[in-house]
């Protein structure tokens, strides 16, 4: 059974930064595709970063240069590095992976205020 656990989320001052982290209890090397995407109170759910299992990666406008996704198969553990963290960047992080079907994480909160 796929598991994924997302950590690392918290409060932030804004121009800080956090780094996400998504553990899978299976192999990532299976997965095609691995993402993270956030959702804010009363919003839709939107993809913020993607990155492939040859290791290509898109981002959402509204995080490119300040955020990277990255992703270690031998830990089985895939990143989120958030930088220049904004107030609209607050939300609810997913950790997403793809193998026939879609597999989702429990979600992190992401809290940025002074």
């Known amino acids: 059974q796929v598991q994924l656990v997302e950590s690392g989320g918290g409060l932030v001052q804004p121009g800080g930064s956090l780094r996400l982290s998504c553990a899978a209890s299976?192999?990532?090397?299976?997965?095609?595709?691995m993402g993270w995407y956030r959702q804010a109170p009363g919003k839709q759910r939107e993809l913020v970063a993607r990155?492939?299992?040859?290791?290509?990666?898109n981002y959402a406008d509204s995080v490119k240069g300040r955020f990277t996704i990255s992703r270690d198969n031998a830990k089985n553990t895939m990143y989120l590095q958030m930088n220049s963290l904004k107030p609209e960047d607050t939300a609810v992080y997913y950790c997403n992976a793809n193998f026939i079907q879609d597999y989702w994480g429990q979600g992190t909160q992401v809290t940025v205020s002074s």
């Open positions: 299976v192999s990532m090397f299976r997965f095609k595709n």
């Open positions: 990155i492939t299992s040859g290791d290509i990666t």
